[in-house]
């Protein structure tokens, strides 16, 4: 038998859900999507007669107002998530609790416990929904018209105001064109970059009759850019102010490790599409080690883990070819976990027995390590990730720093090159919660990259010499085949200003799979297709 239900026209307990979504509104933590928050809120309102019809109703509604949270949210589309779900299913199930804990903050807690009794309470008294369907009438308002209904004598000087703005910050451009930030113009500028990138080369593809006498490492390190190191306070770390060239705008062009191990191997060319670094047809025009290879260096890779998430070995593999890692890391005993529970192992370890050992020829050498990555566990030690990670990236940077005292006191002929991977997002924002990278921002991408040369390098100046102009890999590669055809190692002396003179230079844009992001003036601006675009805001 049907019973009747007594609803009526009322919100109820969703006035709770639509007052969050306007104070998060007006807090500039969410957006506001006028058409879809009203139709959810005329389909909970709607009186229903029966009550199994009206509990079927609000189920579903319950699902869509999940959904047009995240919809209004600033969260990569749930698209994102689910196409990297086999990665993500590798997680330690630790390191998924404390993701969850992150994205749902104390503040945001309080915030619905607040709402809950305050409705509670004051419901008794005043009709609530009048004054939250209010609110979400204003919300819906375009800022730009609020402002005009509030102070209209102002608008139109405003406007022009704005304008100028504009046009100085654009004739103060360090570049003759102006960029256009509407789609159509965004989507140019991308087609315009990549199209001049591909026809840019290194130098080092052309170098012949070139016998080196010294080695190279890389040192590619995965978390750390910028933005993390002010994070930890650790931008005056004494090893920073080692290497005799320091990049101070090197974009990564990527926030994952297997992309950025790719743009490494094809530091020759310029920068590709994220979709171009797993064409193999690239690959020998463009590979830095295969070059340095025809030169008479040997290939080397060496790394503190096992290399077999993401296929990260594979990929390092199918660009220089098969490798067994220099290092036997198995005979080694672990320092930390990773975020999949593998084994990590001490950097000073590693890096020793490599210094250690002996070989008939240069060697290029890669070694990769993943000891201040999110998620980690010190064997030994407790505390949460942002912890953790700060008193890691203490440790690396102070390992590195002693390795350079054990290279100098050598007095081995080796050129180290510091290239992080990318960074941690370690401090997050309001579209990405500490340790997610999906949008390659350029707090992420923007990494600290130093040269030391260690050895009997003759070089005029003693002091640091920093790059500020935007750079990326094609610089590295144009600096190495300035530094084999220098001579420093033969006795010529060098003068690093002028061994740094003219490197190409190289706008920050950055690529993940289905992500691309623009830096443009102070600005950036994101893109899930490639066609629409959106300003990011942190």
Avoid at 337 to 342: E, I, L, Q, S
Avoid at 514 to 521: A, C, D, F, H, N
Wanted: glycine share 4%.
């Amino acid at each position: 038998m049907k019973t009747k239900d007594t609803s009526s026209w009322s919100l109820g307990l969703w006035t709770i859900y639509f007052a969050l979504k306007v104070i998060l509104f007006w807090n500039d933590t969410l957006g506001f999507s006028p058409l879809y928050n009203f139709s959810l809120l005329a389909f909970v309102t709607l009186p229903i007669r029966w009550r199994l019809a009206n509990g079927l109703r609000h189920f579903f509604a319950v699902l869509i107002a999940i959904y047009l949270l995240h919809y209004d949210s600033y969260l990569p589309p749930l698209e994102r998530l689910t196409s990297q779900w086999d990665l993500i299913s590798q997680f330690d199930t630790s390191y998924l609790v404390e993701l969850l804990v992150d994205f749902v903050s104390l503040d945001f807690l309080l915030l619905i416990t607040t709402l809950c009794v305050g409705y509670l309470y004051l419901n008794q008294i005043f009709r609530l929904s009048t004054f939250v369907i209010l609110a979400m009438v204003l919300s819906s308002i375009p800022q730009g018209m609020l402002k005009n209904l509030s102070s209209p004598n102002a608008s139109f000087p405003n406007a022009i105001a704005t304008e100028n703005i504009n046009n100085n910050a654009q004739n103060d451009s360090t570049t003759d064109d102006v960029i256009e930030t509407s789609p159509q113009g965004l989507n140019r500028y991308l087609n315009s970059f990549f199209k001049e990138q591909a026809t840019v080369t290194s130098t080092l593809s052309t170098l012949d009759n070139i016998e080196p006498n010294f080695d190279i490492l890389f040192l590619n390190i995965c978390s750390l850019a910028w933005d993390d190191l002010e994070f930890t306070g650790q931008t005056q770390h004494p090893l920073l102010a080692e290497f005799d060239i320091l990049f101070r705008q090197f974009n990564s062009a990527t926030s994952y490790s297997g992309p950025a191990v790719l743009r490494i191997l094809r530091a020759n060319c310029g920068q590709q599409t994220h979709s171009e670094l797993f064409e193999n047809s690239l690959t020998k025009k463009c590979s830095l080690f295969d070059n340095l290879a025809e030169l008479g260096f040997e290939k080397e890779v060496l790394m503190n883990h096992d290399g077999r998430f993401d296929g990260f070995s594979k990929h390092i593999a199918n660009n220089i070819g098969p490798f067994t890692p220099a290092v036997d890391i198995e005979t080694l005993s672990p320092t930390q976990y990773a975020f999949d529970g593998t084994k990590i192992y001490q950097d000073s370890s590693v890096l020793t027995t490599w210094s250690e050992q002996t070989k008939s020829k240069p060697t290029v050498s890669l070694y990769n390590t993943i000891s201040i990555h999110d998620g980690n566990r010190v064997v030994g030690e407790k505390g949460t990730r942002l912890v953790t990670y700060k008193r890691q990236q203490k440790i690396l940077l102070d390992d590195l720093n002693s390795f350079f005292k054990q290279l100098k006191n050598s007095e081995r002929n080796i050129v180290v090159i510091f290239l992080p991977e990318h960074g941690a997002s370690i401090r997050g924002d309001r579209m990405q919660i500490s340790g997610m990278r999906e949008i390659p921002t350029k707090a992420i991408t923007d990494i600290p990259v130093g040269i030391k040369f260690f050895g009997n390098a003759q070089v005029s100046s003693s002091q640091q010499v920093q790059i500020t102009a935007p750079s990326s890999y094609l610089a590295l590669s144009e600096l190495l085949s300035k530094v084999l055809e220098s001579g420093m190692y033969q006795g010529n002396s060098v003068d690093l200003n002028e061994l740094v003179k003219d490197l190409p230079e190289t706008p920050f844009v950055s690529q993940n799979s289905g992500t691309t992001m623009l830096s443009i003036e102070d600005r950036q601006f994101y893109s899930f297709d490639e066609k629409s675009w959106t300003e990011y805001r942190q």
